[in-house]
Antibody
Framework: QVQLVQSGFDLRKPGASVRVSCAAS????????IIWVRQAPGQGLEWMGW????????TYAQGFTGRFVFSLDTSVSTAFLQISSLKAEDTAVYYC?????????????WGLGTLVTVSS | SYVLTQPPSVSVAPGQTANFTCEGK??????VHWYQQKPGHAPVLVMYDDSDRPSGIPERFSGSNSGTTATLTISRVEAGDEADYYCQLWDSRTDHCVFGTGTKVTVL
């Protein structure tokens, strides 16, 4: 069965960096894109963008350019989200997910989420 | 950017039918997906491509999309349906995904 296993809770200080991992299994990793979604405490879902797992090409939503980087290690079927120069407002649960088929289709499979807390 | 508007909250009695709306400009020409999210859990896809149910989602869930409103309908509402519900679509003009504002559903 399809699984997306994310790295655990992370506590970082403002200005630091964090890398969230998302290990996929149960399907051919390079066949489907990986999508990243952010959910701040008590807030709704926010689409951060996606990465083409075949070409490695990332697409970032408005508001997620510059400090946010999507990357892959296809040898271990894992996607990464790196956030640099962390701010308090980056505190959120970050989800990786896989769509039904293409990036325009519904998001069928979700990781459990990684809580990143930014606090001094 | 494209905006999807959902009512902040809806209350429904058990056994009744609940309709959750998602409004957007000419949304009927786009393909809408719906998610259920319970507190502390990842979202679950409950409807895709306007009206298709993923495997494992009860037949009580149905969807429609026309004009400026997409609708998720839950028949015979149960206590376990209490959750936040989000609509979502792909905006081909910007080539980006958009989530709705979300509706908190309370089962009385």
């Amino acid at each position: 069965q399809v699984q997306l296993v994310q790295s655990g809770f992370d506590l970082r200080k403002p200005g630091a960096s964090v890398r969230v991992s998302c290990a996929a299994s149960g399907y051919t990793f390079t066949t489907y894109p990986i999508i990243w979604v952010r959910q701040a405490p008590g807030q709704g879902l926010e689409w951060m963008g996606w990465i083409n797992t075949n070409t490695g090409s990332p697409t970032y939503a408005q508001g997620f350019t510059g400090r946010f980087v999507f990357s892959l290690d296809t040898s271990v079927s894992t996607a990464f989200l790196q956030i640099s120069s962390l701010k308090a407002e980056d505190t959120a649960v970050y989800y990786c997910a896989r769509p039904v088929t293409t990036v325009t289709s519904g998001v069928r499979y979700w990781g459990l989420g990684t809580l990143v807390t930014v606090s001094s | 950017s494209y905006v999807l508007t959902q009512p902040p909250s809806v209350s429904v009695a058990p056994g009744q039918t609940a309709n959750f709306t998602c409004e957007g400009k000419n949304i009927g020409s786009k393909t809408v997906h719906w998610y259920q999210q319970k507190p502390g859990h990842a979202p679950v896809l409950v409807m895709y491509d306007d009206s298709d149910r993923p495997s494992g989602i009860p037949e009580r869930f149905s969807g429609s999309n026309s004009g400026t409103t997409a609708t998720l309908t839950i028949s015979r509402v149960e206590a376990g349906d209490e959750a936040d519900y989000y609509c979502q679509l792909w905006d081909s003009r910007t080539d980006h995904c958009v989530f709705g504002t979300g509706t908190k559903v309370t089962v009385l």
